[in-house]
């Protein structure tokens, strides 16, 4: 077991219940195939990553999908908002013994194994890693021991995320990565050409 722990926040992949908000746009089925997109992407820049991974599920854990189950252990998601989530997730990892841990989402088309790599390095010299979306929130949060402030009082969803996070860790050893753009809403993707296929039926 290496001390480095992934967590991946996934949601199932069902017509209607993921990409909401790009749903409006482009219509469920559209979604859903993006979606499914970008599980697959996920699952490309983080199976040969040398750290233990732990998926956690939305609605209920699917043996047989894009996980393979000996490469990512399989949990279910906890608690009643996303920072209730994403705190529980790193608690769990933080009592099995792990000392860096690093969440990601599964919405993420232009990050890669070796940006992950450099998130758990700088874990090695610094006691938090962020990386900041272009919408306002974060698309990785890396730590070396739990800081539950951060998970609590935000709004989450929202263009507030990150400076309230980062207001958290104003007095801590933080490394800033690169800013990127996660996928939420038609103008994320309109231009990327890896999602014309799925954008077809768009009118511009």
Not at 80 to 102: C, H, R, T
Request: hydrophobic share 40%; glycine share 6%; net charge negative.
């Amino acid at each position: 077991m290496t001390s480095n722990l992934l967590l991946i926040l996934t949601r199932n992949p069902e017509l209607g219940k993921c990409k909401t908000r790009l749903a409006a746009k482009v219509g469920d089925a559209a979604a859903l195939s993006i979606y499914e997109f970008l599980l697959d992407r996920t699952v490309s820049f983080t199976k040969d990553l040398d750290v233990s991974k732990w998926v956690f599920y939305s609605e209920s854990i699917w043996e047989n999908d894009v996980w393979d189950s000996k490469i990512y252990a399989k949990k279910l998601q906890i608690g009643s908002d996303l920072g209730q989530k994403m705190a529980n997730a790193f608690e769990e990892g933080f009592n099995s013994g792990f000392k860096k841990i690093v969440i990601i989402g599964s919405d993420m088309y232009d990050l890669s194994q070796e940006e992950l790599e450099e998130a758990f390095s700088k874990l090695e010299n610094h006691d938090f890693v962020v990386g900041p979306a272009e919408d306002g929130g974060y698309y990785l949060l890396g730590m070396t021991s739990l800081k539950k402030e951060l998970f609590q009082n935000k709004s989450w969803g929202t263009d507030t995320v990150l400076s309230n996070t980062l207001k958290d860790l104003n007095q801590e050893d933080l490394y800033m990565l690169e800013e990127k753009n996660d996928v939420d809403h038609y103008e994320d993707i309109k231009d990327i050409p890896a999602f014309k296929p799925f954008l077809k039926h768009m009118k511009e």
